[in-house]
């Protein structure tokens, strides 16, 4: 469960259950949450998906690193804000949260408040400085050539962002997207660091996150918040370097950022590609992130037969089977 309908529980709940280790459910979240399966048959799919390494994990096979960070707090740190419909000054920053962006929209235009940039600036380098010395910190394990450098502040650059408030009845519940520099975000929104990588590796795990099989996965176990907990566990597979269903991951993801005139540049090095039906690349990105995850065919139908009560999946999954036929 949980059952949907009475007729649901009456046809299902008698059914066969499905077991899992006591020492593998304690790997899933911490303090060995169980997830929720729509479907009996649901349990044999996330097996799949806990079988590929997690995010949070410090010894990936593939040598990236990534941890959550936030900036500003929306509660305790409104003192550094102006809150106004409109900028107080043209050259004031937007402070965004969760509902400022969207997946592949890294601007709605919903704003949390304002921030001067001098302030937002001279606070932030402070926090990192400080950071740094931190061993929970996520600046504590960034290179010291990076903690020096004032142009590579977060809050000057693009990162990946991350909806913290959530739900996993939401017609997406993973919701993660680009945002560019000149902007900073409240705890609501927050972003990833990375101690090791490239910009091939974001945008990868971007698209990853973008997925459905993911958010499928992220269903199970999110109640109403991506937690750093939560996006710690979230199980990311580790092809090699050279698989060409991740460099194609890398293409699709960055050429879809890259649809935004602020971000034309971002993930410099990943080829160019035409993505102006971004229904299909975004199609194809779901093919391409099953396969990786091990899935077959009649899985991915599974996943978006039970991803969302009474959505119109029909046109999408076509496209997906599609792609996933082609692999």
């Known amino acids: 469960g949980p059952f949907p309908s009475l007729p649901d529980f009456v046809d299902h709940a008698e059914s066969a259950a499905r077991s899992f280790p ?40 593939d040598g990236w690193r990534a941890r959550g960070h936030r900036e500003f707090d929306a509660a305790l740190d409104k003192k550094f804000m ?87 009845t939401n017609q997406r519940t993973v919701i993660t997207c680009v945002v560019p520099g000149s902007r900073v975000l409240t705890n609501m929104a927050p972003y990833l660091l990375w101690p090791r990588g490239s910009v091939r590796d974001h945008a990868y795990v971007l698209g990853v996150l973008s997925s459905i099989p993911l958010d499928w996965y992220a269903r199970r176990i999110v109640e109403t918040h991506v937690n750093f907990y939560i996006l710690n566990c979230f199980p990311i597979p580790a092809p090699s370097p050279g698989d060409s269903r991740r460099i194609e991951i890398e293409i699709l993801a960055a050429n879809l950022v890259r649809q935004d005139r602020r971000l034309v540049d971002w993930a410099p090095g990943i080829a160019r590609r035409d993505v102006s039906d971004r229904d299909d690349s975004v199609a194809r990105i779901d093919a391409l992130v099953a396969s990786l995850y091990g899935l077959e065919r ?7 037969e039970t991803f969302h009560e009474g959505w119109d999946y029909t046109d999408h999954l076509e496209r997906v089977l599609t792609h996933f036929d082609s692999l």
């Open 82 to 168: 102006q809150f106004s419909d409109t900028p107080p000054s043209p050259d004031h920053w937007p402070v965004l949260k969760g509902a400022s962006f969207d997946l592949w929209t890294p601007d709605t235009g919903d704003y949390y408040a304002w921030i001067d940039p001098e302030v937002a600036i001279a606070e932030l380098e402070r926090r990192r400085a400080r950071g740094a010395g931190n061993c929970r910190s996520a600046f504590s394990e960034m290179d010291r050539s990076w903690l020096e450098d004032p142009s590579a502040l977060p809050c000057l650059n693009a990162r990946i962002a991350i909806r913290d408030v959530t739900n996993r």
């Open 298 to 304: 009649r899985d991915v139908v599974h996943i978006f």
């Open 22 to 61: 006591l020492r593998e459910v304690r790997t899933w979240v911490p303090g060995a949450g169980l997830p929720l399966f729509p479907r009996v048959d649901s349990a044999e799919i996330f097996a799949r998906f806990v079988a590929h390494p997690r995010l949070g994990d410090t010894d990936r096979p």
